[in-house]
């Protein structure tokens, strides 16, 4: 029986296939944008052929499979979801037009809001209200709902998103509207806030409704084709899809919550340096994903990877904090990510001012750089690498794709032009630039967060992640880099090593010195059982979850709030003061002070319910000699930073390297669907795990 995971990501996609050895085997394709799940199919049909299948035979030998898919960021980011309506409270129909007050980008006077999801005319109002303590005050006006649902079919609306102002302190009014949707218009899609994101500020709440009502009926759509083309595949076992927050979920609830899938690929990288760290016992990591279309940073602390749910989702990259900004706003948990239009496929370009650029703009998979030859005359970061000598043209994917070397210098020669430099100063420019932005985006995750860099170890991958990471660490003075074997396809690794988890949050105000205990217990115990019954319906019995609790908290008068985890036990008067002293820390890192004579505010209550998977268990080999030479290729000519042109350095065959080998730099290490640069300032060795773990003494 096999564990399969597959990434689909903006140029490749990825799988990774597991034996019942443990035996772990990588397969490549182009991502397929016409059609996903034709990319998806190339790779399944890869894996069959290596084990000697046919493919009905292979993926009726699947037990566990789990998917990452950009369906719903690409849905987002062309909008092409749903024509959606919107039911609200009368009167607040243009909460999601108006949003905060806060612009995402303060020195920037141009900057333009998104278009909402919901055109006015789709949002209409009807009489209803609850107070603030959570009481009805004006009852539910039922025929104005039914003439809003008969507005909507005239309009041939697919999916409905229903908000109420209070509904996260008494969800009555919006439950009963979902019955009359029901009633009304049954095969109509409802989503209702309630159900989506249970907690105070009502525009945040709008907003992750609508999206979630934007993109059901894409993803239900993808979800079932991709389903029922596995089941005449001959599939049996239950599949499963990626979250954003590092937990995995089936296809069934992800086409009732398709927001919690939107950053699925990309959390999922995150996921697996975690693993390895355990494995490898390193619990603080930052994880580097570069692949063809962008560059991720994440971080891992204590073994656990930080979450964060003030996110935002179509929107564009900021310039400072490097995530999402100036989008529609989802507040659920997610990685934190910071993210940099820097892979592979980024586009070189000359800006007004006669400055080198690199990115945000991809050639993608079609009609990919320059030196893929499929019709690409962009300069890209493939391009300079390729020129730059650390790849291979004849061992590009394992050899399956060639690499065109002039077309690659052809299409640098437009920058080189204009930057009145030769071709290998314009493309080691496009390198050079590239890399700080990487580097910011790894600043992101750690300094602006209060951590240092240098204590903590990076974890590299993705295709072209391995190209840069020394350079990086030089950048950063991050003292180790560990390349896995899988780091192609590592974010896919990371999928068939999660768990299954749901978050849910509820609204509870109280100073928390003066916090109601009975009624606290009462609320965590609720959301405890609402999660195990759902993982129960996955297939998780209670015995194999375990429950994370934490507390969005502030200091009094205060307009943000941070999450802080929590004992997971019945809170007493005496735990009390062990939260208030965990926020305080928690502020302290972020911010530099803390005000332990400040009252502290409870806001909202949130439980993370994990549904444990069997875990992976990478092979371990047997440690052998240092010496590399029997896998040592050939010389090539490359160029590196540190040195004064092109330099003779050791290419060896990554499949042959064995643990125990070590290698000075310069050097190259070629594995079939990535490439390991190891500068003069680094040592590498092979581990017990076949990882390259890269050294330097700064």
């Known amino acids: 029986m096999f564990r399969v995971g597959i990434d689909v990501g903006g140029t490749f996609t990825d799988a990774i296939v597991i034996d019942e050895e443990g035996k772990i085997s990588l397969f490549k394709s182009p991502t397929t944008p016409k059609d996903i799940s034709e990319g998806v199919f190339n790779c399944l049909k890869k894996a069959a052929e290596h084990y000697n299948m046919s493919l009905t035979k292979f993926v009726s030998k699947i037990k566990i499979f789990v998917h990452g898919t950009t369906i719903a960021t690409n849905t987002l980011l062309t909008r092409r979801g749903a024509k959606c309506g919107l039911i609200t409270t009368k009167g607040f129909r243009d909460i999601i037009e108006m949003m905060r007050g806060h612009k995402p980008d303060l020195w920037n006077l141009r900057v333009k809001p998104p278009t909402p999801l919901v055109p006015r005319y789709l949002r209409i109002g009807v009489t209803e209200r609850v107070d603030y303590k959570g009481d009805i005050i004006t009852p539910l006006n039922e025929d104005e709902v039914r003439k809003a649902i008969e507005f909507f079919k ?57 999206v979630n009502a934007y993109l059901m009926p894409v993803v239900d759509r993808y979800l079932r084709k991709m389903e029922g083309d596995l089941r005449k595949s001959g599939f049996q076992a239950t599949p499963l899809i990626m ?38 016992g390193i619990k603080d990591l930052i994880s580097f994903d570069m692949g063809g279309t962008t560059a991720k940073a994440g971080l891992v602390r204590g073994g656990m990877p930080e979450v964060t749910t003030e996110y935002e989702v179509g929107g564009e990259v900021h310039t400072v904090t490097l995530t999402k900004k100036g989008g529609y706003p989802i507040n659920i948990p997610v990685i934190d990510l910071a993210e940099v239009g820097a892979g592979g496929g ?21 009609p990919g750089p320059a030196c ?52 290998i100063e314009a493309a080691f420019g496009v390198y050079e630039v590239v890399n700080v932005n990487m580097a910011d985006a790894i600043r992101v995750v750690t300094i602006q967060k209060g951590y240092d860099p240098r204590e903590f170890t990076m974890i590299a991958f993705g295709g072209a992640g391995p190209v ?231």
């Open 372 to 423: 893929y030859g499929f019709g690409g005359t962009e300069p890209t970061v493939t391009d300079a690498d390729l020129t730059l000598g650390f790849l291979n043209p004849n061992y590009f994917l394992g050899g399956e794709m060639p690499l065109y070397p002039e077309k690659a210098k052809e299409a640098l020669g437009k920058i080189a032009d204009r930057l009145g430099m030769d071709i």
């Open 468 to 698: 840069h990471a020394a350079a990086l660490a030089k950048e950063l003075k991050i003292p180790k880099v560990i390349v896995p074997k899988t780091a192609s396809a590592f974010s896919a690794l990371g999928m068939v090593g999660s768990n299954l988890r749901h978050d849910f949050s509820r609204t509870f105000r109280s100073i928390l010195d003066k916090v109601d205990l009975d009624k606290l217990n009462s609320l965590f115990r609720e959301m405890e059982g609402e999660g195990i019954s759902l993982l129960k319906r996955e297939g998780i019995p209670e015995e194999r979850s375990f429950v994370i609790r934490s507390l969005d908290m502030r200091y009094v008068g205060q307009h943000h709030e941070l999450t802080v985890e929590i004992p997971t036990r019945e809170l007493s008067s005496q735990d009390i003061p062990q939260i208030a002293e965990l926020f305080h820390q928690r502020h302290e890192a972020l911010y530099a002070y803390s005000d332990r004579e400040s009252p502290i505010e409870i806001l909202n209550v949130r439980v993370s319910v994990i549904g444990i998977i069997e875990k992976i268990r990478l092979p371990k080999y047997e440690i052998s000699s240092e010496d590399p030479s029997p896998a040592l290729k050939e010389y090539r000519e490359v160029l590196f930073e540190e040195e004064e042109g092109y330099v003779r350095a050791a290419i060896y065959d990554g499949d042959k390297l064995k643990p125990g080998n070590k290698i000075q730099g310069p050097a190259v290490i070629e594995e079939a669907t990535t490439t390991i640069v190891i500068p003069s300032y680094a040592s590498c060795h092979i581990d017990e795990y076949r990882n390259a773990v890269l050294s330097f003494s700064w």
């Open 346 to 366: 980024s586009i070189a370009w000359i800006d007004a001012g006669g400055a080198l650029k690199v990115g945000p703009k991809s050639a993608e998979a079609y």
């Open 154 to 210: 005239s309009e041939n609306v697919e999916s409905i998103a229903v908000c109420f102002l209070f509904s996260f302190l008494n969800d009555k009014h919006e439950k009963r509207v979902k019955e009359i949707i029901q009633e009304e218009w049954p095969e109509v899609y409802v989503s209702i806030s309630s159900e989506v994101l249970p907690q105070i500020r009502e525009f945040e709440r709008t907003s992750a409704t609508v």
């Open 243 to 280: 979250q954003s927050n590092g937990g995995l979920m089936t296809f069934e609830v992800a086409r009732r919550r398709p927001i919690h899938i939107i950053e699925s690929g990309p959390a999922a990288g995150v996921i697996g340096a975690s693993l390895i760290g355990e494995i490898i």
